[in-house]
């Protein structure tokens, strides 16, 4: 009966047009051994052929409300309008519009070659195209036969529709490029913004002209990262982008979480902000685009001081099994590294984690007779503001751990760099592999039970210890590195708050409940350091 039914409606072949195009499978591999293989369609062949299929598509519509033949199509055609965007803005399947463009090679006597770029380019325009059908089938099916299409293969000339690709030395990638030079941003987040960039025009094709780009564009892109993998579920990132969706689909693994989407629209949104304002594209198409917040699952909680007694109790400070698979077990290995010491740090000082693992012995130094560490950005460190630069005293607790005594260590050793053994990751960023790291330790050992919990927890847990010392969030903004936003803070050469005041506020900070005696060093233990 369905067989049929496909014989007689052509909205039917519109519902399974792979089972047609099953049917001249056989015919195709005959032809294909003979036919020449189509090389490339140019622009206006596209514009030409999308509009000859959209008018196809129309007058079919209307000669089956003539002949009363809709009664599949009505029950079947949202499903298959939302199939058709799905697949065109999210998957790259094509398999709607087999039957046309195997019509249209046959026709010209090509090869068909799925595979082939140019078969994929006149699917892609084809299934544009369908969409735009399948919005005036709905609107028809209101009574509405007014509709206009709006995709540009449709709306605009030839050779406007051809302008979709752009010209020299404007891709994506070039634009992005000059953007960068442009601002004042650290290294570390230039190889982020690049990478975030590259994988939105992997999504929209590379040679793009930006003018082209639409909010129709971001929002599938914007769906597509919902179902993209984490960095730590990337199996290939050689693949295409559509390629490793499905892939991590079939595996079931991470994707991307809403704070990281909103964190790439983010980047997406000043690049085009830019672009806007050097007047290559007229609006940013990126506006009012971003996931809504969660405010229950957003954000950072401080550590509790519960939280802080079992991290500072499990074997990464008491001994563990050894020092890297099995470091959240219990053992002999005494580990001193880096992994020691930057969450005493971050606990004491409330630094933020980039900061820390690119300190230099050079930074540990005496103003006024108060040890201290100068945060800055001199030899190319990145910093995530200006007011991100500032000195930030030792705490008694720190010194009583024997971190003054490592630096004097790492110095006898020539070394510039205090946790010599933190490495970048692949982009070049040094504190990304540490903190994936920190974060699975916490969770292994119980402490982290959600997102909410990570290493800047130590820079929340010391912002409210200020608080409970009784400093205002304006003066513990001059520990942590925040900006100070009053006219009067940019006036006069003096620092707020020289070392001797911050010493006095830091000491101001107790954690009351937790006790690190344990891990004070004896004499041998500093010298092993």
Not at 26 to 46: C, G, M, T, V, W
Not at 271 to 285: G, H, K, Q, S, V
Not at 298 to 321: E, N
Not at 496 to 501: L, S, T
Request: charged letters at 25%.
């Amino acid at each position: 009966l369905y067989a049929k039914r496909v014989s007689l409606s052509s909205e039917a072949k519109r519902l399974a047009p792979a089972v047609v195009a099953e049917i001249h499978a056989l015919f195709e591999q005959e032809r294909a051994k003979q036919a020449p293989a189509r090389r490339h369609f140019s622009p206006d062949e596209i514009h030409d052929l999308a509009r000859e299929f959209y008018q196809t598509e129309l007058r079919a519509d209307e000669a089956e409300r003539q002949q009363g033949v809709q009664d599949i199509a009505e029950l079947c055609r949202a499903p298959f309008a939302e199939a058709v965007r799905q697949d065109l803005g999210l998957t790259g399947k094509y398999h709607h519009v087999y039957y046309w463009a195997d019509e249209i090679f046959r026709r010209n006597s090509w090869s068909v070659d799925r595979e082939s770029g140019p078969y994929r380019q006149l699917c892609q325009a084809l299934m544009r195209v369908l969409a735009e059908a399948q919005k005036r089938f709905s609107e028809r099916d209101r009574g509405e036969f007014g509709g206009q299409p709006a995709d540009p293969l449709l709306t605009q000339p030839a050779s406007e529709a051809g302008s979709r690709k752009a010209r020299a030395g404007e891709t994506i990638a070039e634009l992005h490029k000059r953007y960068l030079a442009e601002r004042g941003i650290s290294n570390e987040w230039k190889l982020t913004n690049r990478a975030i960039i590259r994988l939105f025009a992997d999504h929209v094709g590379h040679d793009m002209s930006v003018a082209s780009i639409t909010r129709q564009h971001v929002r599938n892109w914007k769906t597509a990262l919902l179902r993209y993998p984490s960095r730590g579920s990337l199996v290939n990132p050689s693949a295409s982008f559509q390629e490793i969706i499905r892939h991590n689909e079939e595996a079931n693994r991470p994707t991307l979480s809403p704070r990281t989407v909103n964190k790439y629209l983010s980047a997406l949104s000043s690049f085009m902000d830019w672009l806007e304002r050097n007047e290559f594209i007229a609006t940013n198409p990126t506006v009012g685009t971003s996931l809504a917040k969660d405010r229950e699952a957003g954000g950072r909680d401080p550590f509790s001081v519960d939280d802080l007694r079992i991290l500072f109790a499990s074997p990464l400070y008491t001994g563990a099994r050894d020092a890297e698979r099995h470091l959240h077990l219990s053992g002999s290995i005494r580990i001193r590294d880096h992994r020691f010491w930057l969450p005493l740090l971050g606990l004491w000082t409330g630094a933020r984690i980039g900061e820390l693992v690119q300190l230099e012995t050079a930074d540990v130094l005496v103003r006024d007779g108060v040890h201290l560490i100068s945060i800055s950005d001199t030899g190319g460190r990145s910093l995530k503001s200006s007011a991100a630069k500032r000195i930030v005293p030792l705490h008694s607790e720190l010194m009583r751990l024997g971190f003054l005594q490592m630096v004097d260590k790492r110095r006898q050793e020539g070394s510039k760099q205090i946790f010599p053994s933190v490495k970048p990751d692949s982009l070049g960023r040094p504190s990304s592999e540490y903190s994936k790291a920190f974060s699975k330790y916490i969770k292994r050992i119980g402490v982290k039970v959600d997102a909410r919990l990570s290493f800047h927890s130590f820079r929340h847990a010391f912002a409210d210890q200020l608080r409970i010392a009784g400093y205002s969030d304006t003066q513990l903004g001059v520990l942590i590195g925040h900006s100070q936003h009053s006219v009067t803070a940019g006036y006069g050469r003096m620092a707020q708050f020289g070392p001797r005041e911050r010493s006095k506020m830091i000491e101001g900070v107790q954690y009351e409940g937790l006790d690190l005696s344990h891990l004070r060093p004896t004499v041998d233990a500093l010298s092993r350091a």
